[in-house]
């Protein structure tokens, strides 16, 4: 078989989308399974479409990169999107095809710099991980290339600015896609930071804030990436040897967070595409962070205790999936902001997403930080549903009773605490070491006596979880009818 190329697709008479030739408008700092999922899929439809009509030049942002394998394609990559959708198994195939090369920078630094001085180009893309967005001040102006990625930008973005500098709209729409808060926002301090550290002048500080437009950005979706398993065997099928398959859900959703003169520039409502422009973006965080990934925190440890091991087999337990529904529509839902409609139609995507045959999603994964993540996903909820009911959410209280049970160890290893189901097998409770300590410290004691110790620990919470009226009685009730009965049994309570 041959490589996957424009010529290999020739010979097959493939009779998809393909755009060989077009400027490069964008530049994507990071080459990964990710935004080729996501990202490059949303600009290849774009430019099917609406005549878009752009490619995308990759930049691996570290040493080590994916840049010769897809070179030797000609940029080509099969991408799947697979899960379940309106009730039906979902597997959609598409060459993406929208992407002209991919650079190194720590090899072709000039090639890079180079890019900057293209007319055409206009977008920014970036997901350089969580830890990508760092201001490091040991990067000098004169590194081939920086080592932080804010400061390889602003070495770009100098470069544009000795290019175009007169001449006004040749700035950069930037969307940055990094998992942290206000991305955007946090990119652009860094560039700011950078340019006054060189001391690059007041006239590139003025046309950075004037000419570029740094978008905070939402992203959603699960991608799996190069499905080594499968590999082989999909390649038979495709009659093609493609080695940068890249494998994702059916779900996609992207919130950026930018002037209502984006929408013109970037036509993703034309094409029928799932990304919203808007000026605020924080709303639809709210929304993914309280109910996907608070629904997650929710059950998945109580029904790991109950014997469960994938989020996949908990939608078939019609008492699992019963008590998340309950959380979701009953107890999130009426403390957020969003139109109700939107919140519940979201809701729905996400059972069909934890419904998805093509992941094994364990829940021992997700318990990783439980801690942290109660706090962040859960909280919020249990706080406003107070709030404005005067009383407590079931569910919600329950959840913090399954963590209480599921981090309730015996044996304090390098490796985490060690903790042992009903059923006998034993797992290890992952966390910072202080918070696994301490659970360890607390290990003997009863029910009320240890639900007290961790609603009062304010260093994990920031406050006192007993001012809650009727929280710690209540939290203390469930955990014992846990030892008693066993999680699956208070779930069941719970509906």
Known sequence: MEKLSYQTLEKLDYDGYLLKDAPERVLQFGEGNFLRAFVDYFIDV????????????????????????????????????????NGQKVNDKRVISCVSRCLNPYSEYETVLACAENPDLRFIAC???EAGITYDPSCQFTDVPADSYPGKLTQFLYRRFEKFGKEAGKGFVILSCELIDNNGKELEKCVLSYAKQWNLGDEFLNWIKAENIFCSTLVDRIVTGYPRSEAAEICEELGYIDNIIDTGEVFGFWVIEGPDSLKKE??????GLPVVICGDHKPYKQRKVRILNGAHTSFVLGAYLAGQDIVRNCMDDEVICGFMNKTIYDEIIPTLTLPEEELKSFAASVTERFKNPFIDHALLAISLNSTSKWKARVMPSLKGFVEKNHGLPSCITASFAFYIAFYHGTTLTEDGLTAV?????TYTVKDDKQILQFFYDHKDEDAAALTHSVCTNTEFWGEDLTAIEGFEAAVSGYLKDIEEKGAYAVMKECL
């Open 421 to 425: 189901r009903p059923a006998g097998d």
């Open 127 to 129: 997901n350089t991980t």
């Open 46 to 85: 774009l430019n099917e479409k609406t005549g878009f009509n752009s490619k995308v030049v990759l930049c691996q942002p570290i040493a080590p990169g994916l840049a010769d394998m897809i070179n030797e394609q000609e940029g080509l990559y099969t991408l799947f999107l697979r899960g379940f959708e």
């Open 266 to 271: 970037l036509p993703f409502e034309e094409a």
